[in-house]
Each structure stands twice: as C-alpha cells, then as structure tokens.
C-alpha cells in the first residue's frame, strides 16, 4: 500500500516512506529552487563548445549558484565532491568533472541540483558539442521527447506506471533501451525521497499521483542495451555495451489538474540545438 502524507507544517520532514503531498509554500520555494537549476543550465550554453573541460563548466556553476544564493546539494553528499554530474557520450550518469576537455562529436549530460532556502532544483539537459553524428542527435532528441511525454502523463488520478510507460513506450518504439538501475524521484527539503520514480512500467500500476506531489522524471535511455555498469570511482555509470546515453531531467509538482514544471528553461533553452 501507498502511504502519503500531508505536509503541514515548514518544518523540515524526513524520509519516512510515505509520499508527501505539499502545500503551497513548497511549491513557491520549489520555483525559485528549480528556476535557478534552470538559469544555471542556461549560463553554460554558450560554454558548452569543444576544448572546455567539464571541471571548468563544474567551476562556473558553482560560481554561478553562490553568486545567486544557493549552494550545490551534491557537494558532500554522500561523500561526492563536486557541483555537478557531467556525463559524456557512453557515461549514463553521475559522470564526475575532470580536466579532460570536451570534443566535437560529444553529446554531454550536465545535471544541477541547486539548494535555493532549503529547496532542492534538480534538472539536468543534453549539449551538443560541435558537429555531432546525426545517430547521436536522434538519441538526444527521442530522450527529450521521452522526458516531456512522461511530464504529459503526470497529473491526478494517473499512476507513476503511466509516466513510466509513456517513457519506454516511445524510447523502444526507437529501439532505445531504458535504463532500469537508476530513478527519478520525490524531493523538496530533502534531496532523495520517496516516490521512487521509474522509467519503465505498465499504465495503471504504481502509486497514484496526487496534488501535492513533486518529484523529478529523468530517464536515461541508451543507443543499445538498457544494461549499465559502475566504474571504480564508484560514482560513473557506463552503458555495458558502450552504446550512447542520453538524459534530461525536469523537477515537477502535481496540481489539481495536472503538473508544474519547476524547472523549464528562461531562455528557451530547453533542448538542443541552443
Ligand atoms: N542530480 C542527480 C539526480 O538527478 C543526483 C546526483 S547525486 C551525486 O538525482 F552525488 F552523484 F551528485
Ligand atoms: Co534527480
Ligand atoms: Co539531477
């Protein structure tokens, strides 16, 4: 059974379980948390060109993020040091920045999780380095399609199984695999909470979706196989088959008749091409 609770207070709730359905207050403070993850993700658009290294755009973020009050939720957490995820071509996820420089032909990942008066903004986009095969650009562009068709899914009465299923519907309908070891999920003043948000399932199963809900939808969808392994670092996720793997993430809340979405780009720059 699905256990939810309502938020009545500000004060800070920790992972219990249950899904918290919030007030208005947190989706206030989820705007502004997610709106900066979004100007963040939008300032390094025109960085984002071959010879940059990923531990030179992971600076400027977190330039950018102090700069405009919040502070980066992955520093320190769990032991992670950096401000960002950036992951390159075959990386799936939580690719960790380095010095290595970007090239042309690269499709990069760059996920930010600003912590803006206590709220967390996560969202991550696709860049597209250089001339970029057109092979790699379809994958960009069905993981975009996949990530707003699962957004169109999340309002009242439905279930996360319908969000999930409109997402594998599309990638395999492309002959993508949908990465199954890593979730989208709830957050707010916390940064992993329940709902566990899943990118594969069948309409109708799992947690319904209530007013009050905010939760990330991030799926990650590869060229070939769904199956992912983690390097030594103990961070870097790989596609097993070294296939290319997209991703983009978007920070919700569930309304009376459908979802906000926290942190859709000021610019316009939503996806590629910027
Ligand atoms: N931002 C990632 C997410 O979407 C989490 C990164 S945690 C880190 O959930 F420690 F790897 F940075
Ligand atoms: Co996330
Ligand atoms: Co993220």
């Avoid at 899904?19 to 206030?28: E, M, S, V, Y």
């Avoid at 939720?73 to 420089?101: E, F, M, Q, W």
């Avoid at 996920?111 to 969202?123: A, K, Q, R, Y």
């Amino acid at each position: 059974m699905t256990d939810y609770v309502t938020v009545t207070s500000d004060a800070p709730m920790g992972r219990t379980g249950a899904i918290k359905l919030h007030g208005r207050d947190a989706f206030d403070g989820m705007m502004k948390a997610g709106q900066l993850a979004a100007a963040t993700l939008d300032m390094i658009v025109p960085h984002m060109i071959p010879g940059v290294t990923t531990a030179e755009i992971d600076r400027m973020i977190f330039d950018f993020v102090k700069a405009n009050g919040g502070i980066p939720a992955t520093l320190g957490y769990r032991g992670y040091t950096h401000s960002t995820c950036i992951s390159i071509n075959h990386v799936v996820c939580h690719g960790i920045p380095s010095d290595k420089p970007l090239r042309s032909g690269d499709i990069v990942n760059v996920d930010v999780t600003p912590i803006l008066d206590g709220w967390h903004g996560d969202s991550s986009r696709m860049y597209l380095i250089g001339d970029v095969p057109l092979k790699a650009k379809r994958l960009v562009e069905v993981t975009y399609e996949c990530l707003m068709l699962g957004i169109e899914q999340a309002r009242p009465g439905n279930h996360m199984g319908d969000v999930a299923n409109a997402i594998q519907r599309h990638a395999e309908a492309h002959r993508f695999g949908v990465v199954r070891d890593f979730c989208g999920h709830g957050l707010g003043r916390l940064f992993h909470d329940a709902p566990e948000v899943v990118h594969v399932g069948r309409p109708g199963t799992g947690p319904e979706l209530k007013p009050g809900m905010i939760f990330t939808i991030e799926p990650m969808i590869n060229i070939g196989r769904p199956d992912v392994k983690l390097l030594d670092d103990g961070w870097t996720a790989v596609t097993r088959d070294r296939s290319l793997s997209a991703q983009f993430e978007h920070s919700i809340g569930i309304t009376e008749d459908g979802c906000e979405i926290f942190t859709a780009s000021p610019g316009g720059f939503d996806k590629p091409p910027y």
